[in-house]
C-alpha cells in the first residue's frame, strides 16, 4: 500500500500556503478549517504512567484545539477515542457522539487510565478489530477515508508488526506524534508516511506542528490524499476449503451485536483466498428456523462475498432451534448441488456462532456433522451454553466462548488457526467391550474351550487399542471375578494370549444378577478403563450356560440406566427367559444349544476401538469339556478384533456366586452381582476403560444356568453408564434373565425351539453388534422397558392435507408397529378434525395390533376448510381421555396426545393446553406446512416435545426422535405442600396464576468471581416468568455477614426492567455466611406487604436459597417459622454447602438441589433442571403419580414435575 496525492506536489504546497495566507489576511484564528467533506478519525492515546496527570492535560489540550477545526457530525468528521498502556480501552466510538459539543465535552472530561507498559501492536490491533468496524461507526465500506492519530511517549513493550500490518491492511491513514521518551525509529514505522510524523520532548505540540498535521488531514478528508491499494499476500497460506458460517440471526441477539458478528466474518473471510479452486464460503442465519443467505458456490471472488455479508440484515424471530439449523445445513449445504466439495476430500469446515442455548436438541445433528467428517467450530456469547457448545464443537478445543460480542476481534487469531490449519477429520472408533462369561461347571472345560474361541473372535474383529477398542472379561458363577480390566491389555495380541489361558472358573450355580451388579460397579468404571465420561459407548457381552439362581432384572435396569449396551449369549442350560431380560432389547439375546456352535457367529471383522468385558458363568453348570468351548468362543471372538491398547481392549470376569478374574468354580450364578462387579471394576478408566474417551464399551455375558439373584438392577447400572450388555445363553441358561441383562432383547443369543443352534451360530451376530451397535451415554435412565401407556393421534383431516393424507396414515402405522400393544401394555386412539372432531377409534376398541394397523389402513379423509385445534383439544381431554374410552389414568398410566397439524387454529388453543397440561396428558406437537409456532408451543407440553416438518411427506425423518420419548417418557403429578392455599395451584401454564418469588443468594467473598453464574442462573429462570403487578413477582436479597435487599417484590413490574437489574448484581462481599439472620430478615422485611408481598392475599410464597457452605448461625428456627408461614422455601447448594443444613431449610426434602460447582447452575434452568436422584416434590392436589425419563423440571412453578428416573 501506498500514499499516492491526487495533484502535482507543487500546487498542492502553492494550495496550502496561498489558503494559509488568505487566513491570515482575513484574522481568523482558525488554523485550516475543514468544510464538507469526510472522515473517520481515531484518537489512539498514551494513558501510561510515562505520560503523568499533568503531561496528560497537554495531550488533552491538543485534541481539543484539533477538533475545534473540524466539522464534526455524523454525515462529515466522525471521531473516536481510545486509551491504551497495558491494555488498550474505549473511550467513546466514532458513531457515540454526533455533535462537535459532545465530543469536546468527552475529551475535555479524559483522565489518566495509568499503567506501566505501552503495547502499542495491541492498541493498533484493538483500533482495527474495534473502531474501524461497521458496528462502531466506520463508514469505510461507503469509501470514507479512515485515519488514526496515535499519541505515544515511549518504544513499545510489544511487537507492533502485525498491528502496523493490519492497520495498513485496512487502507488506514496513521499520524504518529510521539512525546517524550518516544522512540524515532517505531514513530516512523507505523506512520503511512514520515510527513504524518511529529516529535515532541516536552509532551506540548506546537501550533505550527498542529497546523502542519490538519492540513495533512484537510487533504486526506477532501481526498487529495488518498491509499492506493497494493495486493498483499494473504496472511493464511492458500489452500481449498468449503467453510460454512451458521450465525444466531434471533431477535433477543439485537441489531449491534448482529454487526459485531457480521464485522468478525467479514475479517475472517478477509484472510482467505476465496474462489472455486480454494476458499469457498456459505452463510446461514438461523433463528427458530434456518434461512440460507448464500451457499458455497453462489459466488465465485471475494469481493462478491464481502459485498453480501456487509449488506447482511438481522433475521430475527425466535427462538433459537440450534439442533434443526445443523441439520438444516448438513442437509442443504455439504452437498456437491450447493458447493460442497467433500467427494474431492476437500475439508469441510463449519463455524457456529450462537447467543444463547438452544430449545430443541443438538446432539443427533451434531453427531451426524460429526459422523460426516464436518469439522464444526462453535463461537458462543452472551447466553450461550458452554456444555451445548462443547456437544457441537468437533473437539472441545474448538470452542470459543466471549462475554460479549464486541470481544470477539480478541479471539480471531485464535479462531484463524483451526480454520487455516484444520485438514480433515480421522475417524477413530472407540468402544469399552466387557465379556460377563459364565465360570461354573455348566460349560465343562471343552465347551468353555468354545465360548474363549467365542470372545476371541470377537476381540480379533475389533480395532484394539487404548484409545480405540478395549476390552474387559468378568467369569462368573456364584460371585464375579475380572479376568482382565478395559486397561488391563493395550494390544490384540495381550488379550488373546489371555483368553488362550482363561480356564473355567468353577462353581454350579449362576449368581447373574449379582456378576451384573459387579460389571456395573466394577469393570465399567473410569479406574478400570472405562470411558462412559467420554461419551465412548459401553457394551457388555453376556455368556452363560445355565440360569441364574439371583434376580438379574435390577442388575440388568441398573446397566441400562448406566448406558451400557447388554448383548446376551444363552449356551447350552442357560434361561432365555432370563437373557432376553439381561440383554438390552430381545434381539440381543442369542441361545445356542451346543457349545461347539458357538464358532459360527462370526462373519465379518471390526475394525472400530472398543472396550470388551467377558462375563463368564464359572459355575460347574458347564463340565471342564463344556468350559473349553466357552473358553475357545470367547477367544475367537478377541481373535477377530484388532487388539491394541488404542484400538480394541477386552476384559474378562468369570462368576458363579461371585466375580473374580480367575477361573473359581461354584454352583450357584449370581449374575446380577457379576454384572455389578463389572460395571464397577472392569470398565473403569484403572482397568482400562476408555468410555470417558467415547470409546464404546461392550459386556459379553456367557451363561449355562440361571441366575439366583436380581439382574435388573445391574444391567440397567450398566445401561447407564454407557455399556452395551450381550447375552450368550448356553444349556440351562435363562433367556428371560439374559434379556434382562442385554441392553436390548435382540441382544439375547438364544432361539426357543432351534436345537440346530449354538454356541458357533451366536459369533457372526456378536461380531456384527461389536461392530456396529452404538449406544449414546446418558446420565441417567434414558431406555426403559415398556411399561404400559394410553396414547392418543390428533390428526389433521382438513383440505390443506389431503394430498398427505395417505402419508400420514403410513406415519401412524409405522409409530403403531414400534408399541407394545395390549389391554395391559400399549393403547391406541385416533381422533381427525378439522372444523369438528371425529373418532376414528377409542383406546379400548383394539387389543392387539394388527386391528389398529387395519383400521389406520381404513381410515377416510373428512375434509373441512377451517382448523378448531382449540376445539379438537378440549373434545379429547373431555371425551377420549376418560375412563369409559380405555383411559387408565387412575391406574397411573402414562397419558399422551401426539397433534399432528397443518396450520393455524380458527380458535384458541391457549385454554385447552393448559388444561391437558393440569391433567397431566403429555402433548406431543408435530407441525407441518403453515403451522404457527407459537400456537404449537402453547399446545406441546414442553418445548423439546414440539417437531417440525416441511410437510408430512417428511415425516418419517423425526420418527426416532419422536419414538424415543414417546416409548420412555413416564410423567410424576406432585402435590404443593398442604399449608398452601387450597386449590391455589403453582401451574406455570395457567394465565392468571401468581406468585411472589425472592432469591436469596450467598453474596460472600468466597463466591468471587463465580458470581455472575449464580447472577446468570438466576437470569435465565427469571425469563421464564411472566412478570407484573398483578402477575409474578420477583425480588433479590443477597447475604453474607448480613442481608441486602437488591430489590423488593414491588420494585420492578416491568420484564425487561427486571431482567436489567439482574444483569447489573454485583457480589456483595463478606466472610462469614449467617444464613439463619438472612433467613429471619426474609420473613420479616421482604416477605411482607410494605415490600410487595400477597402473602396476606392468598398468593403463593416461594423463597429459593442458594449457598454455598454452612452457615455460621442457627438455621432451625427461622427455616420453622418460613414453613408455618406457609412459605415454600427451595435450596440450591453449590460446592461446600451443607447437606443436613439444606434439608433444614426446605419446605420438604424433596426440594433441595445440589451441585458439585458454578458450571452445573447452567443446568439448573426452569425447564432443564438435571438432579441426581429421583426425589419427588410435593406440589399438586393430585396424588396421581407417573415418571418421565426426560431432562425437563418445571419445578416451583408448574404443578407437574418432570425428570429423570434413576
Given at each position: ?10 500546487l ?6 496561498s489558503?494559509?495566507?488568505e ?6 484564528k482558525?488554523l ?9 478519525l481515531?484518537?489512539?492515546?498514551d494513558?501510561?504512567?510515562?505520560v503523568?496527570?499533568?503531561n ?10 484539533f477538533?475545534e ?16 498502556s497495558?491494555d488498550p480501552s ?13 465530543v469536546?465535552d ?7 487510565r495509568?499503567?506501566e507498559?505501552l503495547k502499542t ?12 468496524t461497521e ?18 511517549s515511549?518504544k513499545?513493550?510489544?511487537?507492533i ?24 525509529a517505531e ?17 506540548q ?12 488531514f ?6 487529495v490524499?488518498?491509499l ?5 499476500s ?17 431477535a ?14 467479514l475479517?475472517?473471510v478477509?484472510?482467505f ?12 442465519q438461523?433463528s ?5 443467505e ?9 469481493a462478491q ?20 439449523a ?6 442443504t ?8 466439495r467433500?467427494d474431492?476430500?476437500?475439508?469441510q469446515?463449519l463455524v ?6 438452544s430449545?430443541?436438541?443438538v ?7 460429526k ?5 464444526t ?8 451454553d458452554?456444555?451445548e ?17 464486541r470481544s ?16 480433515g477429520?480421522t475417524r477413530v472408533?472407540?468402544?469399552d467391550?466387557?465379556f460377563l462369561?459364565?465360570g461354573t ?12 474361541g467365542f ?15 478395549r476390552?474387559?472379561l468378568v467369569?462368573?458363577s456364584?460371585d ?17 494370549s ?12 449362576l449368581?447373574?444378577?449379582a456378576a ?6 466394577y ?11 467420554e ?6 457381552v ?13 442388575s440388568?435396569?441398573?446397566l441400562?440406566?448406566?448406558g ?8 447350552g442350560?442357560?434361561?432365555q ?6 440383554a ?5 439375546g ?13 462373519s465379518?471383522?471390526?475394525a472400530?476401538r ?5 462375563l463368564v ?5 458347564f463340565?471342564?469339556?463344556?468350559f ?8 475367537r471372538?478377541?481373535?477377530a478384533q484388532?487388539?491394541?491398547s488404542d484400538r ?9 456366586d ?5 477361573p473359581?468354580?461354584?454352583?450357584t450364578?449370581?449374575t ?15 482397568a482400562?476403560g ?9 459386556l ?18 450398566l ?5 452395551m ?6 444349556g ?5 434373565r439374559l434379556?434382562?441383562i442385554?441392553?436390548d432383547?435382540?441382544?439375547?443369543s ?7 443352534y449354538?454356541?458357533s ?25 415398556a411399561?404400559?401407556r ?7 383431516g ?5 394430498a398427505?393424507?395417505?402419508?400420514i396414515l ?8 414400534e408399541l407394545?400393544?395390549?389391554r395391559?401394555?400399549d393403547q391406541?386412539g385416533v381422533?381427525?378434525?378439522s ?5 376414528e ?13 387395519t ?6 379423509f373428512?375434509?373441512g376448510?377451517?382448523?378448531n ?9 373431555r ?5 369409559p ?7 397411573g398410566v402414562a397419558?399422551?396426545?401426539v ?7 380458527r380458535d384458541d388453543?391457549k385454554?385447552a393446553?393448559?388444561?391437558l397440561k393440569?391433567?397431566?396428558i ?12 407459537h400456537?404449537l408451543q402453547?399446545?406441546a407440553?414442553s ?11 417428511s415425516l418419517p425423518?423425526i420418527?426416532?426422535q419422536?419414538?424415543?420419548?414417546l416409548?420412555?417418557?413416564?410423567v410424576?403429578?406432585v402435590k ?7 386449590g ?6 395457567t ?9 436469596l443468594?450467598?453474596g460472600?467473598?468466597k ?19 411472566d412478570?407484573?403487578?398483578d402477575k ?6 443477597q447475604y453474607?455477614d448480613?442481608a441486602?435487599v437488591?430489590?423488593?417484590l414491588?420494585a420492578?413490574?416491568?420484564f425487561m ?8 448484581l454485583g ?8 444464613t439463619?439472620s438472612a433467613?429471619?430478615?426474609i420473613?420479616?422485611?421482604?416477605l ?6 400477597r ?24 427455616s420453622e ?16 454447602a451443607d ?7 426446605a419446605y420438604s426434602?424433596?426440594l433441595i438441589?445440589?451441585?458439585n ?10 425447564q432443564l433442571?438435571?438432579?441426581?436422584n ?12 407417573l ?6 423440571l ?5 404443578g407437574?414435575?418432570i425428570?429423570?428416573?434413576?
Amino acid at each position: 500500500m501506498k500514499m499516492h496525492v491526487c495533484m502535482p506536489l507543487l500546487l498542492v504546497l502553492g494550495l496550502m500556503l496561498s489558503n494559509i495566507t488568505e487566513t491570515q489576511k482575513q484574522g481568523k484564528k482558525e488554523l485550516w478549517s475543514i468544510k464538507l467533506e469526510t472522515a473517520d478519525l481515531v484518537f489512539l492515546i498514551d494513558g501510561s504512567n510515562n505520560v503523568g496527570r499533568a503531561n496528560f492535560a497537554h495531550v488533552r489540550d491538543f485534541m481539543v484545539n484539533f477538533i475545534e477545526n473540524l466539522d464534526v457530525g455524523p454525515d462529515t468528521i466522525q471521531i473516536g477515542v481510545a486509551q491504551y498502556s497495558d491494555d488498550p480501552s474505549a473511550e467513546f466510538y466514532l458513531n457515540t457522539y454526533s455533535t462537535k459539543t459532545q465530543v469536546l465535552d468527552a475529551v475535555k472530561g479524559l483522565q489518566l487510565r495509568g499503567g506501566e507498559e505501552l503495547k502499542t501492536g495491541a492498541a493498533l490491533q484493538f483500533l482495527v478489530d474495534s473502531y474501524f468496524t461497521e458496528s462502531a461507526g466506520s463508514r469505510a465500506g461507503d469509501g470514507v477515508p479512515q485515519a488514526v492519530f496515535l499519541l505515544t511517549s515511549k518504544k513499545s513493550s510489544d511487537n507492533i508488526r502485525q498491528g502496523v500490518l493490519e492497520i495498513k491492511r485496512n487502507h488506514v491513514f496513521t499520524f504518529v506524534i510521539g512525546l517524550g521518551q518516544a522512540d524515532r525509529a517505531e514513530v516512523k514505522l507505523i506512520a503511512t508516511d514520515p510527513i504524518f510524523t511529529a516529535e515532541f520532548s516536552n509532551f506540548q505540540v506546537n501550533a505550527a506542528a498542529q497546523q502542519k498535521l490538519l492540513q495533512m488531514f484537510s487533504m486526506i478528508a477532501n481526498r487529495v490524499i488518498v491509499l492506493e491499494s497494493v495486493e498483499m499476500s494473504p496472511e493464511v497460506p492458500i489452500n481449498r476449503k468449503d467453510i460454512v458460517f451458521l450465525i444466531d440471526g434471533s431477535a433477543s441477539l439485537g441489531r449491534v451485536n448482529f454487526l459485531q458478528i457480521r464485522d468478525f466474518i467479514l475479517s475472517i473471510v478477509e484472510k482467505f483466498e476465496v474462489g472455486p479452486d480454494a476458499v469457498q464460503v456459505g452463510l446461514v442465519q438461523y433463528s427458530n428456523n434456518a434461512k440460507t443467505e448464500f451457499y458455497l458456490n453462489t459466488f465465485s471472488t471475494k469481493a462478491q462475498v464481502l459485498g453480501f455479508i456487509r449488506r447482511l440484515r438481522l433475521k430475527m424471530g425466535r427462538p433459537l432451534n440450534t439442533g434443526a439449523a445443523l441439520d438444516y445445513v448438513f442437509k442443504t449445504h455439504f452437498t456437491s448441488s450447493a458447493g460442497s466439495r467433500k467427494d474431492k476430500d476437500i475439508p469441510q469446515l463449519l463455524v457456529l456462532i450462537t447467543a444463547g442455548k438452544s430449545k430443541d436438541d443438538v446432539k443427533m445433528p451434531a453427531d451426524t456433522l460429526k459422523e460426516a467428517s464436518i469439522m464444526t467450530l462453535a463461537i458462543g456469547g452472551r447466553n450461550a451454553d458452554l456444555a451445548e457448545l462443547q456437544k457441537i464443537a468437533i473437539d472441545p478445543s474448538l470452542v470459543f466462548n466471549v462475554k460479549e460480542f464486541r470481544s470477539l476481534p480478541h479471539v480471531l487469531e485464535t479462531v484463524m488457526t483451526p480454520l487455516s490449519a484444520l485438514t480433515g477429520v480421522t475417524r477413530v472408533e472407540k468402544r469399552d467391550i466387557v465379556f460377563l462369561v459364565d465360570g461354573t461347571l455348566n460349560f465343562g472345560h471343552k465347551n468353555f474351550a468354545a465360548i474363549r474361541g467365542f470372545v476371541a473372535r470377537i476381540i480379533g474383529a475389533q480395532d484394539i487399542g487404548s484409545d480405540r477398542v478395549r476390552v474387559g472379561l468378568v467369569q462368573y458363577s456364584d460371585d464375579a471375578e475380572a479376568e482382565f480390566y478395559l486397561n488391563t491389555y493395550s494390544t490384540k495380541a495381550q488379550l488373546l494370549s489371555k483368553i488362550k489361558q482363561l480356564r473355567p472358573k468353577g462353581g454350579r450355580t449362576l449368581k447373574t444378577g449379582a456378576a451384573l451388579d459387579n460389571v456395573s460397579r466394577y469393570l465399567f468404571t473410569k479406574s478400570a478403563g472405562g470411558r462412559r465420561e467420554e461419551g465412548v459407548p459401553q457394551f457388555l457381552v453376556h455368556v452363560a450356560g445355565g440360569s441364574s439362581i439371583d434376580d438379574t432384572k435390577q442388575s440388568s435396569d441398573a446397566l441400562l440406566r448406566a448406558g451400557v449396551m447388554t448383548l446376551a449369549v444363552g449356551v447350552g442350560n442357560a434361561d432365555q427367559q432370563r437373557l432376553s431380560e439381561i440383554a438390552l432389547d430381545p434381539s440381543l439375546g442369542f441361545y445356542v444349544k451346543e457349545f461347539r456352535s458357538l464358532p459360527d457367529i462370526e462373519s465379518e471383522s471390526v475394525a472400530d476401538r472398543r472396550d470388551i468385558v467377558f462375563l463368564v458363568d464359572g459355575t460347574l453348570n458347564f463340565s471342564h469339556k463344556n468350559f473349553a468351548a466357552i473358553r475357545g468362543f470367547v477367544a475367537r471372538i478377541i481373535g477377530a478384533q484388532d487388539i491394541g491398547s488404542d484400538r480394541v481392549r477386552v476384559g474378562l470376569v468369570q462368576y458363579s456366586d461371585d466375580a473374580k478374574t480367575e477361573p473359581k468354580g461354584g454352583r450357584t450364578l449370581k449374575t446380577g452381582a457379576a454384572l455389578d462387579y463389572v460395571s464397577r471394576y472392569l470398565f473403569t478408566k484403572s482397568a482400562g476403560g476408555r468410555r470417558e474417551e467415547g470409546v464404546p464399551q461392550f459386556l459379553v455375558h456367557v451363561a449355562g444356568g440361571s441366575s439366583i439373584d436380581d439382574t435388573k438392577q445391574s444391567s440397567d447400572a450398566l445401561l447407564r453408564t454407557g455399556v452395551m450388555a450381550l447375552a450368550v445363553g448356553v444349556g440351562n441358561a435363562d433367556q428371560q434373565r439374559l434379556s434382562e441383562i442385554a441392553l436390548d432383547p435382540s441382544l439375547v443369543s438364544i432361539k426357543h425351539g432351534q436345537q440346530k443352534y449354538s454356541l458357533s451360530l451366536c459369533e457372526s451376530w456378536l461380531f456384527s453388534q461389536l461392530k456396529t451397535a452404538k449406544l449414546t451415554v446418558v446420565s441417567s435412565l434414558d431406555v426403559m422397558k415398556a411399561q404400559g401407556r394410553d396414547i392418543v393421534f390428533l390428526i389433521d383431516g382438513s383440505t390443506k392435507v389431503e394430498a398427505s393424507f395417505p402419508s400420514i396414515l403410513k406415519f401412524l402405522q409405522s409409530i403403531t408397529q414400534e408399541l407394545n400393544i395390549g389391554r395391559n401394555a400399549d393403547q391406541v386412539g385416533v381422533v381427525q378434525y378439522s372444523d369438528d372432531p371425529k373418532v376414528e377409534f377409542f383406546m379400548n376398541t383394539y387389543s392387539n395390533k394388527e386391528d389398529i394397523l387395519t383400521a389406520v389402513q381404513r381410515m377416510r379423509f373428512m375434509g373441512g376448510r377451517a382448523l378448531n385445534t382449540g376445539k379438537a383439544l378440549d373434545y379429547v381431554m373431555r371425551h377420549i381421555f376418560t375412563k369409559p374410552a380405555g383411559s387408565r389414568l387412575d391406574a397411573g398410566v402414562a397419558q399422551m396426545l401426539v397433534l399432528l397439524t397443518s396450520g393455524k387454529s380458527r380458535d384458541d388453543v391457549k385454554q385447552a393446553g393448559e388444561a391437558l397440561k393440569r391433567a397431566a396428558i403429555v402433548t406431543f406437537v408435530i407441525g407441518g406446512m403453515e403451522a404457527d409456532g407459537h400456537e404449537l408451543q402453547e399446545i406441546a407440553y414442553s418445548s423439546n416435545l414440539m417437531f417440525a416438518v416441511e410437510d408430512f411427506q417428511s415425516l418419517p425423518d423425526i420418527k426416532n426422535q419422536l419414538l424415543r420419548p414417546l416409548k420412555t417418557l413416564t410423567v410424576e403429578i406432585v402435590k404443593l405442600p398442604t399449608t398452601v392455599t387450597e386449590g391455589l395451584f403453582l401451574h406455570f401454564f395457567t394465565v392468571g396464576n401468581k406468585r411472589d418469588v425472592v432469591f436469596l443468594i450467598d453474596g460472600t467473598s468466597k463466591v468471587g468471581t463465580n458470581f455472575y453464574r449464580i447472577r446468570d442462573f438466576i437470569y435465565n429462570l427469571i425469563q421464564n416468568f411472566d412478570v407484573g403487578e398483578d402477575k409474578d413477582r420477583i425480588g433479590v436479597v443477597q447475604y453474607s455477614d448480613d442481608a441486602r435487599v437488591e430489590f423488593p417484590l414491588n420494585a420492578y413490574s416491568n420484564f425487561m426492567t427486571l431482567l436489567d437489574a439482574v444483569r447489573r448484581l454485583g457480589l456483595k462481599g463478606g466472610r462469614t455466611l449467617n444464613t439463619g439472620s438472612a433467613l429471619d430478615f426474609i420473613m420479616k422485611n421482604v416477605l411482607t406487604k410494605s415490600a410487595g408481598s400477597r402473602r396476606d392475599l392468598g398468593i403463593t410464597q416461594i423463597l429459593v436459597l442458594i449457598t454455598t457452605g454452612k452457615s455460621q448461625d442457627e438455621v432451625r428456627l427461622p427455616s420453622e417459622i418460613l414453613k408455618r408461614a406457609g412459605v415454600v422455601t427451595f435450596t440450591v447448594g453449590i460446592n461446600e454447602a451443607d447437606n443436613s443444613e439444606l434439608h433444614q431449610i426446605a419446605y420438604s426434602p424433596k426440594l433441595i438441589f445440589q451441585v458439585n460447582d458454578y458450571w452445573d447452575l447452567s443446568d439448573l434452568d426452569l425447564q432443564l433442571l438435571t438432579v441426581p436422584n429421583p426425589q419427588m416434590v410435593q406440589c399438586a392436589t393430585n396424588s396421581r403419580r407417573l415418571k418421565m425419563t426426560n431432562l425437563l423440571l418445571f419445578c416451583f412453578f408448574g404443578g407437574i414435575i418432570i425428570r429423570r428416573v434413576e
